[in-house]
């Protein structure tokens, strides 16, 4: 059972609209990424983007995406660089194809 290990926790998340959000501070940020097609290397070049501008990821975590057989989304909660960083890895990853959803920063 979960509650027979001190060390396992429960995750929650709250999702508003973003007409509903005042303040997007914070020192981490979730992220979803999606790949567009399977490839070799596809994880390898997720991480090495956010090693590359030495950010630290805090929790990594796939799901099978419900489209295709062996296809995956990454759900990534990072230490969150300033937004220049951010906007800079961001753009890497679109460029290699990834779909990217920022869901925001937080505490």
């Known amino acids: 059972h979960i509650e027979d290990y001190p060390h396992n926790m429960t995750r929650f998340l709250v999702l508003k ?9 914070g ?8 790949p567009t097609e ?16 030495q950010v630290n990821l805090k929790w990594i975590e796939s799901r099978p ?3 295709q057989l062996g296809m995956y ?15 800079k890895i961001l753009t890497i ?4 194809d990834f779909k990217i959803k920022n869901l925001g920063r937080f505490h």
């Open 65 to 67: 995406l419900k489209t």
């Open 38 to 53: 399977d490839k070799p290397g596809l994880l390898a070049s997720i991480l090495n983007t956010f090693a590359m501008f």
């Open 17 to 25: 609209h973003a007409s509903e959000v005042t303040n997007q501070s």
């Open 93 to 96: 990853l679109e460029t290699l």
């Open 27 to 34: 020192s981490e940020c979730l992220l979803v990424i999606t």
């Open 73 to 87: 989304r990454f759900f990534v909660q990072a230490e969150c660089p300033d937004t220049t960083v951010l906007n």
